[in-house]
């Protein structure tokens, strides 16, 4: 038995489960290695934080000109999309046309100047959780931190009263409860990337580990 949410277990039985596995999907939608659900599965290490929008925070630090400290309000008005796209679990379940609204990665970094080599960015969870990608991997339409989910306030299991949300990657990069943004010059491991998950993490090449 053991506890799934062991980090280290977590990652050996899910290495172990992919040796010698015989693979579904890869289709045109469908990544390499995942099966379609309906559900929404919730994926949550530890504790789910209790942060109401009015004690939340958004701060920016490391490797920016100016570090931000934005109130909830200062921070939904940066801007505001609504997109449904696809979203790919480790695990290996996938779902198909998820509707979110958020604020644009894009609007963010456009109230941001990143000094000069910060190329990675670690996410920063309440509660505890981090996890990092390279800053080119963020500038794209479809990056949001997303407020709603269906129209609905983003139910705090899935990480509400905000999340990131970067759907060309494994969801774990998705950081839940966010809280704030550090700019680097060189990668770091963020939490699961620590136990052994993927420091790039894309769902077509299979990026589980490393
Ligand atoms: N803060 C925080 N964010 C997190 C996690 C977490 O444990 N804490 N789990 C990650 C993992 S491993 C996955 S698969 C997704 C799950 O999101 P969901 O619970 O909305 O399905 O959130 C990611 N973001
Ligand atoms: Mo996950």
Redesign the pocket.
């Given at each position: 038995m053991g506890n799934f949410w062991d980090p280290l277990q977590r990652v050996t039985r899910l290495k172990r489960a992919d040796a010698g596995r015989e693979h579904t999907g890869g289709t045109d939608r469908l990544p390499p290695g995942q099966v379609l659900t309906l559900k929404?599965?919730?994926?949550?290490?530890?504790e789910t934080p209790s942060i109401t929008p009015e004690s939340w925070r958004f701060q920016v630090w490391g490797l920016v000109e100016e570090p931000k400290d934005w109130s909830w309000n200062e921070f939904l008005a940066l801007g505001k999309q609504t997109q449904t796209c696809d979203i790919h679990?480790?695990?290996r379940w996938s779902k198909f046309d998820t509707t979110w609204t958020g604020v644009p990665f894009k609007a963010v970094i456009e109230q941001l100047r990143p000094k000069p080599g910060a190329d990675f960015v670690l996410f920063h969870?309440?509660?505890g959780?981090t996890?990092n990608v390279p800053l080119a991997q963020l500038l794209r339409d479809d990056v949001l931190f997303a407020y709603e989910y269906d129209s609905q306030p983003l139910p705090r299991?899935?990480?509400g009263p905000m999340?990131g949300l970067l759907p060309h990657l494994?969801?774990?990069k998705?950081?839940?409860?966010?809280r704030g943004m550090e700019f680097m010059s060189q990668d770091r491991p963020g939490f699961?990337e620590m136990y052994g998950y993927h420091m790039l993490g894309g769902p077509w090449d299979e990026q589980r580990f490393s």
């Open positions: 929404f599965p919730v994926l949550t290490f530890g679990c480790v695990t969870s309440y509660g959780y996890t299991e899935h990480g999340r494994y969801l774990w998705s950081a839940k409860w966010v699961w």
